[in-house]
């Protein structure tokens, strides 16, 4: 029994006939689940006729389902930013696209300088190719989203007055620019870019759409490029010269927003586990008091109180610019 037939028979049958589409009457030599990306997404490699391929499942939509992911998908694969797509299914929500073995970010030639620089040209590809559809502002997902924590019961009534005006102040601050909107991945964490032992690749498409082009570049800013010269060398590949003051006056509400949207989140997820009181402080541990938990065994990686401390550091940043503790959600 493969990997695929464990799968309910609507979804089971959906995929043999996704994979038939891209096969043919070769025979499948082997089915293995697999997890990659920051996704949540049923995952599986397909090796048929001597090819290796990915086959996607999408769960179920919820409400807020991006409508557009599998036209912008499309395109950035047709641009060669996303692995080259076989076969998309919108209905059954089954995509089938080339499979590329990950190799660590680390092992990206030239280090961390090497790799800012080529994330910079690859999000300038990206924003380059035929815009993606419009879905909603960015501002906009970010209060949804913190409207509901606040809606949650976990933190006590009040705590979260600081972050509910600092958040309003930032929106009054930042002009949308509808016209000057561009195709963005939206969700450009170092689990969503690839790195095939040769080039970069972005997966993972479910939140993308039009927006921000600063959205893209915060999120990786505070991922890979954490330094000022890191991210002189990202700005500068991105836009081809470095930043003006305006453009970083604009990047740092973004980047707030950005952060918030994180927190959002990483709170989200710890508010579904049980809880005996709701917390009344956004106090956050510092990246040397996390490392130390972590090394010492407090906090488990992927638990919903690990969740909780990296949603309130992630609060902690939004409200007074102190760096982020990286955007690794596995933790």
């Not at 690859?122 to 949804?144: C, E, G």
């Not at 970083?248 to 980047?255: S, Y």
């Amino acid at each position: 029994m493969s990997a695929l037939d464990k799968l309910p028979p609507i979804e089971r049958d959906a995929a043999h006939a996704a994979l038939r589409q891209v096969i043919g009457t070769a025979a499948i030599d082997a089915v293995t689940s697999v997890s990659g990306g920051a996704t949540s997404a049923q995952l599986f490699r397909i090796h048929a006729g001597g090819e290796n391929y990915l086959l996607r499942i999408e769960g179920m939509p919820s409400p807020l389902r991006n409508p557009f992911q599998y036209v912008s998908l499309r395109i950035a694969a047709e641009a060669g930013i996303a692995p080259r797509l076989h076969y998309v299914d919108e209905a059954s929500r089954i995509a089938v696209m080339d499979f590329v073995q990950r190799q660590p970010l680390g092992r990206y030639p030239g280090g961390l300088p090497a790799l800012a620089k080529a994330l910079g040209e690859l999000l300038a590809r990206l924003q380059a190719t035929p815009t993606f559809p419009a879905f909603v502002r960015y501002p906009d997902i970010v209060a949804r989203l913190w409207a509901h924590v606040g809606r949650t019961g976990l933190f006590a009534p009040g705590v979260l007055e600081r972050c509910n005006a600092h958040l309003a102040r930032i929106r009054a601050a930042y002009a949308w620019d509808e016209a000057n909107s561009v195709s963005s991945h939206n969700d450009s964490l170092p689990a969503n870019i690839l790195f095939d032992g040769n080039r970069l690749w972005m997966i993972d498409w479910e939140s993308a759409y039009r927006t921000d082009p600063l959205v893209d570049l915060a999120i990786v800013g505070d991922s890979l490029a954490r330094t000022p010269k890191l991210e002189n060398i990202l700005h500068r590949a991105w836009l081809g010269r470095p930043l003006d003051e305006a453009l970083r006056a604009r990047l740092a509400h973004v980047r707030a927003l950005t952060r918030l949207y994180y927190a959002g989140v990483l709170l989200s997820a710890s508010a579904t586990a049980p809880r005996a009181t709701p917390d009344t402080s956004l106090a956050a541990p510092t990246l040397a008091e996390l490392a130390e938990a972590t090394r010492a065994g407090l906090l488990k990686a992927g638990t919903p109180a690990a969740k909780h401390v990296l949603g309130k550091m992630f609060v902690a940043s939004f409200l007074t610019e102190i760096e982020t503790p990286g955007f690794d959600l596995s933790v």
